[in-house]
C-alpha cells in the first residue's frame, strides 16, 4: 500500500520560513518524480514544484521561484520543499504527490493528472 505522509506545515509570519516533509513507503522511490502541489481556499489545486527521479532536475511555478528549493533523499524515501520569504498568498493545504509517468531525467509537464499518489495535505499559514 503506497502511502505518502506530508509534514511541517504550521503559521508563521510574512517572511518567514517552513520546511515540508514528505515521507514515501509502499513504492520504488527512485522510480518515482516527486511533487508539490497546493489548495488555497476557494481555488482549484496548483502545482508548487516538482523533482525529476534523478534528483538533478527540478522545476518550479513562477510564484515560488527563487523562494522555494524541493529536494529528495532517496536514502530516506523522502521530499523535501523548503519555503522561505513566505507570503501571505502561499497560504493552503500543501499536497505531496509521486508519479511514474516521466522519465528519469526530466518532467515535461505539471498536471495534477500526472500524478499516479497523493498525500493528505499538510496547512500551511502565513500571516501579514
Known amino acids: 500500500q503506497v502511502q505518502l505522509v506530508e509534514s511541517g506545515g504550521g503559521l508563521v509570519q510574512a517572511g518567514g520560513s517552513l520546511r515540508l516533509s514528505c515521507a514515501a513507503s509502499g513504492l520504488a522511490f527512485s522510480s518515482y518524480t516527486m511533487g508539490w502541489f497546493r489548495q488555497a481556499p476557494g481555488k482549484e489545486r496548483e502545482f508548487v514544484a516538482a523533482i525529476s527521479r534523478s534528483g538533478g532536475n527540478t522545476y518550479y511555478a513562477d510564484s515560488v521561484k527563487g523562494r522555494f528549493t524541493i529536494s529528495r533523499d532517496t536514502a530516506k524515501n523522502t521530499v523535501h520543499l523548503q519555503m522561505n520569504s513566505l507570503k501571505p498568498v502561499d497560504t493552503a493545504v500543501y499536497y505531496c504527490?509521486?508519479?511514474?509517468?516521466?522519465?528519469?531525467?526530466?518532467?515535461?509537464?505539471?498536471?495534477?493528472?500526472?500524478?499516479?499518489?497523493w498525500g493528505q495535505g499538510t496547512q500551511v499559514t502565513a500571516s501579514s
Open positions: 504527490a509521486a508519479s511514474r509517468k516521466f522519465p528519469y531525467y526530466g518532467i515535461s509537464s505539471h498536471l495534477d493528472s500526472d500524478y499516479d499518489y
